[in-house]
T-cell receptor, first 113, second 113 residues
């Protein structure tokens, strides 16, 4: 158990819809990163939030957006869902906006039909 | 894009044998981390090795890092059936992009009882 919790665990959405995924970081961690993992691939960095500000972004379009709250929990929002957005979405918490040990949640499996 | 490349892509061994997985990367790094993933669920942090370290041990795990060759290896000794999982290396980059981890595609390890 890492102390990082994600909800929901599974989700099915229709193409064109919008989705919000949630993550609670490990106690004491002020940084949350989001990753997308397609089947058979390694996780790909989406973005990171540090002290409620975006601290870096990967090669994902603007319809992927996020938010971090004062308690350091975070949301990932995806608009205008596409079939290729079907993946496991992983949240990781860490300290100080860096790549020190990152602790991952169990992920949200998103299926877009 | 994926920075790391794990080798082999799949490895099948008998319980009690040692398992060695390799990882190569392309750019300068602050650290390199190894993660385990069971059945497409969350990533479990195994070990972090910093760029100025050459070898690190944790229980049955031994990690080496050769920054001149941009490569790392993970050795699991006396393997158990419970070690069956996918193993990923992830690099934390130096410089301006030190907020993200870049993962390889992983090695699928199967330990047969």
């Amino acid at each position: 158990e890492t102390g990082v919790t994600q909800s929901p665990t599974h989700l099915i959405k229709t193409r064109g819809q919008q989705v919000t995924l949630r993550c609670s970081s490990q106690s004491g961690h002020n940084t949350v990163s989001w990753y997308q993992q397609a089947l058979g691939q390694g996780p790909q960095f989406i973005f990171q939030y540090y002290r409620e500000e975006e601290n870096g972004r990967g090669n994902f379009p603007p319809r992927f957006s996020g938010l971090q709250f004062p308690n350091y929990s975070s949301e990932l929002n995806v608009n205008a869902l596409e079939l290729d957005d079907s993946a496991l979405y992983l949240c990781a918490s860490s300290l100080e906006g860096s790549t020190r040990e990152a602790f991952f949640g169990q992920g949200t499996r998103l299926t877009v039909v | 894009s994926q920075q790391g490349e794990e080798d082999p892509q799949a490895l099948s061994i008998q319980e009690g044998e040692n398992a060695t997985m390799n990882c190569s990367y392309k750019t300068s790094i602050n650290n390199l981390q190894w993660y385990r993933q069971n059945s497409g669920r969350g990533l479990v942090h195994l070990i972090l090795i910093r760029s100025n370290e050459r070898e690190k041990h944790s229980g049955r795990l031994r990690v080496t890092l050769d920054t001149s060759k941009k490569s790392s290896s993970l050795l699991i000794t006396a393997s158990r059936a419970a070690d069956t999982a996918s193993y990923f290396c992830a690099t934390g980059s130096s410089g301006g992009s030190n907020y993200k981890l870049t993962f390889g595609k992983g090695t699928l390890l199967t330990v047969n009882p």
